[in-house]
C-alpha cells in the first residue's frame, strides 16, 4: 500500500481500544492512517462469549495505557461476536469514508466505556447516529451473516498477505509493529 499506513484492530481487543491513541499520532504526524478489522477471538462465535479473568499483569498494563491517553475503560462483562460491528465499518468506508475513523471510535467506545454488545445491529445504528450518519446507512447488514462475511473477505486476505496476525498492528515504512506499544516510543515512530 503505497503510503499510507496499514493498521489492523479488533474492536474486541482491549489493546486495540488503546491504540486509537497511537494511531491518532500517526495521523497528527500527517501520516494516512488506514483502519482494517482482524478478528483475533474467532472462539468467540456468533453468540460471544464470557470475558475472562481480568487480573494480573497484562489488565493492569492496559488499564494504565488508557488512562494515560484519556480513555475510558470498563470492562465488558462478555466478548461479544466482533464481525458484524466490522462489518459496519467497512459499509461506511464504502458509502461514507469521511466518517470511517469516527464510527471506529464509536463502535470503541461504546464496548469499552459503556459496555454495550457491539455485535447487535441496533448499538450499531446507535453509533452511526452518533457521529451523524443516518442509520439506514447499515442496512445492508440486516441481510445477514453471508453479507457481512463479503465486507470482511478483503480484510483478511490483506491481513494473510502481511502475516498479520495481532491486533492492533501497523505496517509503517514496510515494517510489521505490532501489540500496544509505549506511547512514547510510538510517539517516535510516528515522527
Known amino acids: 500500500m503505497d503510503g499510507t499506513v496499514p493498521h489492523w484492530f479488533d474492536f474486541v481487543s482491549p489493546d486495540s481500544y488503546v491504540a486509537q491513541d497511537r494511531t491518532a499520532l500517526l495521523r497528527r504526524a500527517g501520516r494516512d492512517v488506514v483502519d482494517l478489522p482482524l478478528l483475533t ?20 498494563r492496559v488499564t494504565a495505557a488508557a488512562r494515560e ?38 463502535v470503541f467506545q ?11 445491529l ?16 447499515l442496512a445492508p447488514l440486516a441481510a445477514g451473516a453471508r453479507v457481512v462475511d463479503e465486507h470482511l473477505r ?15 498492528t501497523w505496517l509503517i515504512d514496510g515494517h510489521l509493529v505490532s501489540g500496544l506499544q509505549p506511547r512514547g516510543s510510538f510517539a517516535s515512530l510516528a515522527r
Do not use: S
Not at 477471538?41 to 493492569?60: F, K, Q, S, V
Not at 441496533?122 to 446507512?137: D, K, N, S, W
Not at 478483503?154 to 492492533?168: G, H, I, M, N, S
Open 41 to 60: 477471538r474467532p472462539e468467540a462465535g456468533r453468540y460471544g462469549a464470557p470475558a475472562r479473568l481480568r487480573a494480573g499483569h497484562a489488565y493492569r
Open 69 to 106: 491517553a484519556g480513555l475510558p475503560l470498563r470492562w465488558p462483562a462478555r466478548v461479544p461476536d466482533p464481525r458484524l460491528a466490522h462489518a459496519a465499518a467497512e459499509v461506511v468506508r464504502d458509502e461514507e469514508p469521511e466518517a470511517h475513523a469516527d464510527l471506529v471510535a464509536a
Open 110 to 120: 461504546a464496548h469499552f466505556a459503556h459496555g454495550h454488545d457491539i455485535g447487535d
Open 122 to 137: 441496533g448499538v450499531l445504528q446507535a453509533c452511526a447516529t452518533r457521529v451523524g450518519l443516518h442509520p439506514v446507512v
Open 154 to 168: 478483503a480484510a483478511r486476505a490483506l491481513a494473510r498477505t502481511y502475516e498479520v496476525t495481532v491486533a492492533p
